[in-house]
């Protein structure tokens, strides 16, 4: 589902700042629901790339969907327990058993995704119809397969049951996602303190999927592709496998500089980073992910995933 950029490359020859670790959501200190929140700053800034259009539509449809659910989920409190002793382990606070949501909150997440899938890519009927069938076969099928994806080990039960793992994982990765950030909020007022210095996220264990260069000297947070929190780690390495030799980062910056599109092949992954000291604006990283589509498309046609 990633979409379609441009841009000259230039060598990284930042090293950054490691914090200790702070972990936030973004603006919902000002009272407004996280989606909510996604969905005015998506209609207010429109579709910058004619290409982006109806992958903008989506998501302003998608993040209506997923405010239904942010506002009405509630994790359990013991969900939480023990998430500091397992972050002073290395170890994400959010242990994949113990991610629990009711099977008709998760079932109409479920299926509302599925619905927006199909209708902006009909394409992938099939498939989709395949997915849906499987999960209308099992018991608490979609809170098994939560638990696998959490565990990163999504394409093992996809071979066995023979689904298309990649559409099993965007399903998931969408239905998923408000419960996720209503746990990583919850579990956020525990986690002051603690040092963090792992490419995966402290919450979750999600990999990074975007990230900014924050003001005023370069400091690098990554956003977590599952649920959408930041986390401080040091700019010159790779935040996928955490290779640091000289030559393998490159980057390729934008016409106003303000986005960066990092190369790292130590691993033959790539990176979407907003540099916001070049911005007055304050661009929400969720959304900024999605505008800058055409990266994804640049970086996957150059050979890097």
């Known amino acids: ?116 899938v199909a209708g902006y890519r009909p394409d992938l009927s099939p498939e989709l119809e395949t997915v849906r069938a499987w999960v209308q076969t099992r ?59 792992r490419p995966y996220c402290p919450v979750c264990g999600g990999e990074p999927d975007f990230a900014c260069l924050a003001k005023p000297h370069g400091a690098r947070w990554l956003l977590c592709s599952r649920c959408d929190c930041q986390w401080s780690f040091r700019r010159i390495a790779c935040p996928f496998c955490g290779g640091d030799r000289p030559g393998l980062v490159q980057y390729i910056p934008s016409a106003d500089g303000a986005l960066r599109l990092y190369l790292y092949d130590c691993c033959g992954r790539y990176l979407k980073t907003l540099d916001r000291r070049e911005l007055i604006d304050g661009r929400s990283l969720a959304v900024e992910r999605i505008l800058t589509g055409l990266a994804d498309l640049a970086a996957q046609q150059a050979g890097y995933r």
Request: net charge negative; glycine share 6%; with cysteine.
């Open 1 to 116: 589902m990633a979409l379609p950029l441009y841009f000259g490359a230039v060598l990284e020859d930042g090293s950054g700042l490691m914090e200790t670790m702070r972990i936030r959501n973004e603006r919902e200190s000002l009272g407004v629901p996280f989606y909510v929140d996604l969905q005015r700053e998506l209609e207010a800034r429109g579709s910058p790339e004619p290409e982006l259009a109806d992958t903008v539509r989506f998501y302003k449809a998608l993040f209506e969907l997923l405010a239904q659910v942010e506002a009405s989920f509630r994790p359990p409190l013991e969900a939480t327990e023990g998430a500091a002793s397992r972050l002073a382990r290395g170890i994400p606070a959010i242990a994949p058993e113990a991610f629990v949501a009711e099977e008709q909150e998760l079932d109409s997440a479920w299926q509302g995704v599925c619905e927006l």
């Open 139 to 197: 018991d608490n099928a979609l809170l098994q397969a939560a638990r696998f994806y959490l565990r990163g080990e999504l394409p093992l039960l996809a071979g066995e049951v023979s689904l298309d793992v990649e559409l099993l994982s965007v399903l998931l990765n969408n239905a998923l996602h408000p419960f996720l950030h209503c746990y990583a909020r919850a579990v956020l007022p525990l986690l002051n303190g603690i040092s963090w210095a």
